[in-house]
């Protein structure tokens, strides 16, 4: 099984619907993200989350909200998706407080999401 | 400007050349510095990490770091096909046991590479 599974793999919804993106994860990281990737744009981070009880906005969260139901699951919503909201989305993990190093992230495979 | 740029590419090389991958940044605070590979339809996955300045090296892979240029590189040799995907750069101001923004990781758009068999 994946360290960081996300469901789903692919979404085909229309413009004003309301659409849930889910992590899970095995990976027993504290932290949790959520990026987009868009061609010619690379990864931009929506929202990160450094505990439960710890949500921040990333660069682009207008439109988008998360929640982090527990240490392992952390979920993306559109609440009223638009065309241009068409994306591959991932989440991805990392463990904090382990010294100085950074270990860098874990990420999902993604979901590709189209707004139409 | 962006803290970190990378040319998209695409980059097409017969298969046993030397690869040549490149990052500049403007944050002279950024300490961190990784590779990330993605296949087609997957996320990315950490291929190499290094701290600070100097080289690091994983079989065919050379990572370099040169702080007084602001420029990172990726050196793969004997490219094989299997290396086809998208090398992003990315890199973090401090550890994991900094919170805040301090060690959230900035990537590069990523550069395409296409070996050819």
């Known amino acids: 099984d994946a360290d960081v599974t996300q469901t789903p793999r692919n979404r085909i919804t229309k413009t004003g619907k309301r659409i849930m993106l889910e992590c899970s994860q095995t990976k027993g990281h504290d932290r949790m993200y959520w990026y987009r990737q868009d061609p010619g744009l690379g990864l931009r981070l929506i929202y990160y989350?450094?505990?439960?009880?710890?949500?921040n906005k990333g660069e682009i969260s207008d439109g988008y909200s998360v929640s982090r139901q527990a240490q392992a699951k952390f979920s993306l919503s559109l609440e009223s998706a638009i065309p241009n909201q068409t994306a591959l989305y991932f989440c991805?993990?990392?463990?904090?407080?382990?010294?100085?190093?950074?270990?860098?992230?874990?990420f999902g495979s993604g979901t590709r999401l189209t707004v139409v | 400007q962006k803290e970190v740029e990378q040319d998209p590419g695409p980059l097409s090389v017969p298969e046993g050349a030397i690869v040549s991958l490149n990052c500049t940044y403007s944050?002279?605070?950024?300490?961190?510095f990784m590779w990330y590979r993605q296949y087609s339809r997957k996320g990315p996955e950490l291929l190499m990490y290094t701290y600070s300045s100097g080289n690091k090296e994983d079989g065919r892979f050379t990572a370099q770091v040169d702080k007084s240029s602001k420029y990172i590189s990726l050196f793969i040799r004997d490219s094989q096909p299997s290396d086809s995907a998208t090398y992003l750069c990315?890199?973090?101001?401090?550890?994991?046991?900094?919170?805040?923004?301090?060690?959230?990781?900035?990537f590069g758009t990523g550069t395409l590479l296409a070996v050819q068999p």
């Open positions: 990315a890199m973090s101001r401090g550890g994991m046991n900094y919170g805040g923004a301090t060690n959230k990781l900035i």
């Open positions: 944050n002279s605070a950024f300490q961190y």
């Open positions: 989350s450094f505990d439960v009880k710890d949500i």
């Open positions: 991805a993990t990392s463990k904090g407080g382990q010294g100085a190093r950074h270990y860098g992230y874990t």
